[in-house]
């Protein structure tokens, strides 16, 4: 590749401002003497020129409103979300407290001997009715705290 | 062109306060980060999309995108590269979708730089106004592929340096600098060819 055609592969990126100081020394000690570089050159200024001296669009209306509103709705129930997750989580070790607290009272009131002495079957069946007794009541709860979800919503 | 260069200390100190408003997830600093930048993200999408709608959801996108992903941020990268950034990527997905273009590879009937060495000289270009010749160039920009008029925007109107570019479009320096010089190469090429760039 001869100078001229290595300098015509430049003239694009020294137009972007682009160049390093070294191709740019080579480019402008060329350019001395090539007039059909230099107005290559120009034709690619020009062009830079034209491109950043275009107007800004238009905005759409009101995007900065829409935009804000919608990220505010994720972030409502994005909360909601967590909240929810929260609420359950809390039900679940309330209900398994209540059980296992109603067991021992119940152990300890019917004298049914050592707390840790139990059968397989009886295991069974603790197991069963505590299981069914915290689903019960976390469900129960979370019905009795489902308007308070509302009252945080509108709060949002 | 506001440049960060002309930009008081002050005005960075605020800015730097505004972000990390906006990471303790301050709406009032949502608003006032948006307003900073809308006028440029939403034309940067405009360009790279083409679709006025398609650009408002996906500037609506963006700034979700950030708000959720907004401490994850590392503050010692550019806001508006990284802002950007995440434009960009929403602005892949959707031309994927939609378009069977692509903003990580020219078309295959891209112009090569071989094919433009006999494209006509600068004569016909300077005899436009100057009025005529920018929105004849712009309507030739959005004639180009997704690739080159995403690095055209970035260069000319943006007025990001090649290392923000970079930074933007996750590729290497040289890689920036091949795109920007082909894309200046398409664009000539187009415009000479157009009618209206012609004497």
């Known amino acids: 590749m001869s100078e001229h055609e290595a300098i015509r592969t430049l003239l694009p990126l020294a137009a972007a401002g682009a160049l390093g100081a070294e191709e740019q020394r080579g480019l402008e000690s060329h350019l001395r003497d090539c007039n059909l570089c230099a107005a290559e050159l120009q034709t690619y200024q020009l062009i830079g020129q034209a491109l950043a001296r275009t107007p800004l669009p238009p905005l759409p209306e009101r995007l900065l409103e829409r935009t804000r509103a919608r990220i505010l709705r994720q972030e409502a129930a994005r909360f909601e979300r967590r909240w929810s997750d929260m609420i359950l989580a809390c039900l679940m070790l309330f209900g398994w407290t209540v059980t296992l607290t109603v067991w021992l009272l119940w152990r300890v009131m019917t004298g049914g001997g ?23 009541t976390a469900g129960a709860a979370a019905i009795l705290l489902g308007p308070g979800r509302g009252l945080v919503r509108r709060y949002l | 062109m506001i440049s960060v260069a002309a930009i008081e200390p002050e005005v960075l100190l605020g800015v730097d306060s505004e972000i990390e408003r906006l990471r303790r997830r301050d709406p009032d600093a949502l608003t006032a980060v948006i307003t900073r930048h809308q006028y440029r993200l939403y034309r940067y999408l405009l360009r790279v999309v083409r679709d006025p709608a398609a650009a408002e959801d996906l500037f609506q996108q963006t700034w979700l995108k950030v708000f959720e992903k907004i401490r994850q941020y590392d503050p010692a990268r550019s806001f508006e590269t990284w802002l950007f950034s995440v434009a960009r990527h929403l602005a892949i997905d959707h031309l994927r979708r939609k378009q069977p273009e692509s903003l990580d590879e020219p078309r295959a009937g891209g112009t090569r730089a071989a094919d433009l060495v006999a494209a006509d000289g600068p004569s016909a270009l300077e005899q436009l106004l100057e009025s005529e010749r920018a929105n004849l160039v712009l309507a030739t920009l959005q004639e180009l592929p997704a690739i080159y008029r995403e690095v055209l925007t970035l260069r000319f109107e943006e007025e990001m340096k090649l290392e923000e570019i970079a930074d933007v479009t996750e590729t290497p320096l040289g890689t920036v600098k091949s795109r920007l010089r082909r894309s200046l190469l398409a664009l000539r090429e187009s415009i000479a060819a157009s009618p209206r760039g012609r004497p």
């Open chain 1, 114 to 136: 050592g707390l840790l002495d139990f059968s397989l079957r009886s295991m069974a069946m603790w197991l069963g009715g505590t299981t069914l007794l915290a689903w019960l």
